[in-house]
């Protein structure tokens, strides 16, 4: 059954977790998605689909266990040509949820190198929406770039011809470059 969200993230209460756990497939509605868009500076989100599953933890009833995958269609802006990429993710999520003042024994101490960070809840709610997108955020490369020969770069060895685009910022900047080059008295 995929749950649609609305504009809000999906948290679910540790009362829906039985004993076979609780698993859903979550799938990000238009507005959610465009507002995620936003948030991550991507020109598009198209896809946001999430299967998860979580089960009570064995060593202790207030832990939670949460694992899954996600799957992301998107489109990015180049930060050399400033032209479109379009990219797509699959990728596994998971984490261990703890409540708020968890009281740990000494093997189970974590630290901030520790690759396993245990996700906090309080009032017995797991926000699941949320380290999903969190994991998105950080799937994304920050700075996407086109192939060499896919993006508005043309060669090195021209200073002045790396633009080739009328629609990009710089475009009006080449130009008058390169009338200067062609007149280099005017």
Request: with cysteine; net charge negative; hydrophobic share 40%.
């Amino acid at each position: 059954m995929a749950k649609d969200m609305v504009a809000r993230p999906v948290c679910i209460s540790i009362v829906e977790i039985g004993s076979k756990g609780w698993e859903r497939k979550l799938q990000w509605d238009s507005i959610s998605r465009r507002r995620l868009a936003d948030f991550l500076n991507l020109v598009e989100l198209t896809e946001l689909v999430a299967n998860v599953k979580v089960l009570k933890s064995s060593k202790d009833a207030n832990a939670f266990i949460l694992s899954g995958e996600f799957k992301a269609s998107f489109i990015q802006e180049c930060a050399i040509c400033m032209g479109a990429i379009s990219g797509s993710l699959e990728e596994d999520v998971g984490a261990k949820f703890v409540p708020v003042g968890f009281q740990v024994n000494r093997e189970d101490i974590f630290t901030h190198l520790d690759e396993d960070h245990p996700e906090i809840y309080s009032d017995g709610m797991l926000e699941v929406g949320k380290l999903v997108q969190d994991q998105l955020s950080l799937s994304l490369a920050p700075y996407p770039k086109h192939e060499q020969d896919e993006c508005g770069e043309l060669g090195v060895g021209d200073a002045c011809s790396w633009v080739n685009s009328k629609n990009t910022p710089f475009a009006d900047l080449s130009n008058l470059l390169n009338r200067k080059k062609k007149n280099p008295t005017g």
